[in-house]
């Protein structure tokens, strides 16, 4: 599928706890400028209307009519139904609602609900990171390309989103790559988002005896760390480097589960260059055998010389028996763990516009 080769506008919806903000893509662009409004997620009528009267407001900007809503929400859902279920930042949503009826009955088009960490992914499949790397790949007139991919979000909570073969991977009941409630190997009595999430570098933050301030948000916490000065910095730094250590061990089951390179996203990855080292070395690491834990050669792409060393890692050539022609052998077959070079928000956005023209080339519209 190409999204920028494709005229149908699809109006989309960033749902966050505080704010909702409408838009609307064509050829995998902003079609009008971005509406944001109050979510007041506590009052459902409230709610339901706000989202009614931002997507009309959306509609009137446009010169063309949309083909159909496509957006993420975060949290439990029904999402082939377009019910939603428990939501904490949305409490008005308990329960369930039928949000996705609810909007076809009003805009009499196609309305489509996703799982934020989904569309994610299938926005870095399709317009972030994959295409970027398969073009250096053909630059370098390598034969081998990338088609499968993880998304990770890193944030409030941990997401992830699954793509095999240009597809979205979605599982029995949509509920596929729910790594945040994954078992933690290295604090075994919580589930890995405990140890990969905004209150885990808090937390980790707050319990070293040393610190002397508290109630400080990730992104404080990042600027202490930066400044090598500060009573603090080295505390600051742990706490990502535990994010990061909890983070690797994650990040190697995903690997080794499905055979697929990783491209992270969310506010936290502004803070890499002190949770990645540490991600990294428990990829790289070993168990007590001296086994490799990683099976593959593995590659952060953020890394100029690793990013290097993963372009140019190509099958070689080998004689096979009865045959006159050599045959190409990958003995170093490699994936790449990168962050996101579009940000999140711009490929949840593309994610959900790429799934609707999906939805509805299936359906013969």
Same mark, same amino acid.
């Given at each position: ?87 904490? !930042? ?5 329960? /369930? &609602?039928? =949000? @996705?009826?609810? *909007?076809? $009955? ?37 034969? !081998? ?5 993880? /998304? &990770?979000? =890193? @944030?409030?909570? *941990?997401? $992830? ?205």
């Amino acid at each position: 599928m190409n999204i920028y080769d494709d005229d149908r506008i699809v109006m989309t919806l960033d749902a966050g706890g505080t704010n909702f903000v409408f838009a609307a893509i064509q050829a995998g662009k902003e079609k009008v400028e971005p509406f944001t409004q109050p979510s007041n997620g506590d009052c459902l009528n409230t709610c339901l209307s706000g989202i009614v009267a931002g997507f009309e407001h959306v509609k009137k900007s446009l010169a063309t009519a949309p083909v159909a809503i496509s957006f993420a929400f975060p949290g439990p859902a029904d999402y082939k139904n377009g019910v939603i279920g428990d939501l904490a !930042n949305l409490p008005a949503f308990r329960g /369930g &609602v039928a =949000l @996705g009826p609810y *909007l076809e $009955a009003h805009f009499n088009i196609p309305v489509y609900i996703r799982n934020d960490g989904d569309l994610y992914t299938y926005g870095e499949a399709l317009g972030g990171i994959l295409p970027s790397i398969n073009q250096e790949l053909n630059d370098k007139s390598q034969t !081998n390309r990338y088609q499968n991919l993880i /998304g &990770v979000t =890193l @944030g409030t909570g *941990l997401g $992830a989103g699954i793509i095999q073969n240009g597809t979205l991977f979605s599982g029995e009941n949509g509920m596929a790559g729910e790594i945040w409630n994954t078992p933690n190997s290295i604090s075994p009595h919580q589930n890995a988002e405990e140890g990969i999430s905004t209150r885990a570098i808090i937390r980790s933050f707050e319990s070293n005896n040393n610190v002397t301030e508290y109630n400080l948000m990730p992104a404080d916490i990042y600027e202490i760390a930066l400044d090598d000065s500060h009573a603090n910095c080295a505390q600051a730094k742990q706490a990502f480097v535990d994010f990061g250590t909890h983070l690797g061990d994650s990040l190697t089951n995903l690997i080794l589960l499905f055979d697929t390179s990783i491209v992270l996203g969310g506010g936290i990855v502004a803070a890499k260059s002190f949770f990645m080292p540490a991600a990294m070395k428990v990829l790289k690491g070993q168990f007590s055998n001296g086994q490799n834990r990683i099976i593959q050669s593995l590659y952060y792409y953020d890394d100029p010389d690793q990013k290097a060393k993963l372009l140019c890692n190509s099958p070689r050539l080998i004689s096979a028996q009865g045959h006159t022609d050599k045959i190409e052998y990958c003995d170093s077959p490699a994936l790449f763990v990168a962050t996101s070079k579009i940000g999140c928000s711009q490929a949840v956005a593309l994610g959900a516009y790429a799934f609707a023209l999906s939805q509805l080339d299936q359906a013969g519209k």
